[in-house]
């Protein structure tokens, strides 16, 4: 490809009409420089070698656990252009909203995030308004609760740490708002814990409260299973089996992750539009400036 | 040679009619390019969008939880 490209701009660019041009006119030359070149392309061929064996020895030994590795899951955002499933995301809020924010906060994203983004502002606000907020202090110096508003973050189910804590059993449930970039394997991961939990093999003993999820480091998973069929039901209607909130709540961990994320591949797309117009022009005026000076004959007289 | 011509006597040959045309181009351009553009993401992720799918989640939100 690159070579068709090559000689036809070579032929568009440099066709010489007089027909004077003869290879005879190569005065300058480059004799006597084979032993470099040969030292430059063994120079080449070691680096590329070394940085071969460090990419090689760099790649990081994990230690082969008890684990699973989740799979690679047909992710409907895979593609380099595709955007988050709005639909999915808005229901994977639903199954947030209603299964997972009893134990987990998602203390970086706010109402005003959702709006225009899976859902209108009035929607949003309703959605606000349902928690009450600690607000103040007042004239009076007392703290106060009021009904939440779009610009307040999602209420968190725990004051804090040690409260969370202690109301697991020891066990903290993460922060959910960067869970998928947070965790090897990101969605992969996360819907498979989710749709993972089974017996222990025998011969492992579990602690009372911990449950045993394949996928889990450790295998021991203070999170009960918490996904069932029909453990919501969606809005719009979609039958909500465990795997359907599972994949609607990883595609919704993902948008809250990354809230930008269609903008961002948006702008991908157009970067690589403009610049690749840029390098088609700047690459035919190289050689339209250049095509002076490669079509020209030097000789040295006496 | 004579459209090219009367282009290059009635805008390029002159700087300021060159600037003015380089200023009004890049509006022009950059406007259909940024619509072109999204247009083209939108018909690769049609059905996927809000816009595409607003509609499924009625109007104005009539139940959400319990």
Redesign the interface.
Known sequence: MAAIIGRTSRQALLVTKSGTFSPKANFVSFKGKNGKKWVVAMVGAATVGAVGVGAALATPVLAEGVELHPPKYPW?HNGL???????SV?RGY?VY??VCAACHSMEYLCYRNLV?????E??AK??AE?VMVEDGPDEEGNMFKRPGKLSDKFPAPYANEEAARFANGGSLPPDLSYIVPARHGGEDYVFALLTGYCEAPGGIALRDGLYYNPYFPGGAIGMAPALYNEVIEY??GTPATASQCAKDVCIFLRWASEPEH?IR??MG??AV??FSFMLAISYYLKRHKWSVLKSRKIAFKK | MSFLNKVYQAVFRRTSTFALAVVTGAFFFERGFDQGAEALFRYVNRGKLYEDVKHQFGGAGEEEEE
């Not at chain 1, 252009?81 to 639909?87: C, E, F, G, H, R």
């Not at chain 1, 225009?116 to 209108?120: A, E, H, L």
């Open positions: 409907s252009l595709s955007a988050l499933d709005a639909a808005r639903q909203k209603q225009g983004s899976i859902m209108t009035e929607e309703k959605d349902e809005e719009d269609d591949k948006q797309l157009k539009m403009i």
